[in-house]
């Protein structure tokens, strides 16, 4: 459930066509969109917004980065950009600029759990285990009262990374139970 509210579309159909080709793996007839939108609305950020995500996806990092900045420039509340871009920064081995964007990402829209998970998983990777399940704990607090059937499989994730930064840290028992309470939630979180 999303409860960032963007400002309404110039062109929600294009931009909706350009999804759907994304989603079927049709990059460039969604970049030939974008680029469109672009043209005919320089300040169309969600355009901007998914030529970065295509950049990520097929590893052009730095073009991501850019692509992604104009996006927030444009819309600088834009919670997805945010953590789009974080993931960019991420693979460009810039740590604390996608720290940075994580976190905007969630102050923007904590309902957003993924976003607390990326925070989370990056921290582990740098042995901020303290600060990983801070961000995880926080994500928890924050999505409490939502739908389950809307962030299940997100929030067996959370429980999941809480049991294994806990069992890094020799929690043994507070492990089991994370991942007990993971399986509950989602008893096919593991692939098995």
């Known amino acids: 459930m999303n409860t960032q509210i963007l400002p309404p579309s110039s062109q929600p159909d294009l931009e909706a066509q350009a999804i759907i080709l994304h989603g079927l793996g049709q990059l460039t007839a969604a970049g030939n969109i974008c680029h469109s939108l672009i043209e005919s609305d320089p300040a169309n950020f969600r355009a901007f917004h998914l030529l970065g995500v295509m950049a ?15 996006a927030l420039e444009i ?3 834009y919670a997805e950009a945010y953590g789009n871009l974080g ?9 604390e600029d996608a720290i940075f964007c994580f976190q905007k990402a969630v102050e923007i829209d904590p309902s957003r759990i ?15 285990l303290d600060e990983a399940i801070a961000t995880l704990e926080c994500a928890l607090e924050h999505n409490r009262t ?3 059937s809307d962030v299940n ?13 806990r069992k890094e840290q020799n929690q043994s028992d507070q492990a089991i139970t ?3 309470t993971a399986l509950s939630i989602d008893p096919n979180l593991l692939g098995v």
Not at 87 to 95: G, Q, R, V, W, Y
Not at 114 to 128: C, E, K, P
Not at 153 to 165: E, Q, V
């Open 56 to 70: 990520v996806e097929i590893e052009e990092y730095e073009q991501a980065v850019e692509l992604l900045m104009q």
């Open 75 to 77: 819309f600088p509340l």
């Open 87 to 95: 993931i960019a920064l991420e693979k460009l081995d810039l740590i």
């Open 114 to 128: 993924y976003g607390y998970h990326n925070l989370a998983t990056l921290f582990r990777r740098h042995g901020r």
């Open 146 to 148: 939502k739908d389950p």
């Open 153 to 165: 499989l997100t929030m067996a994730k959370i429980y999941l990374s809480l049991g294994l930064i």
């Open 178 to 180: 994370d991942f007990e």
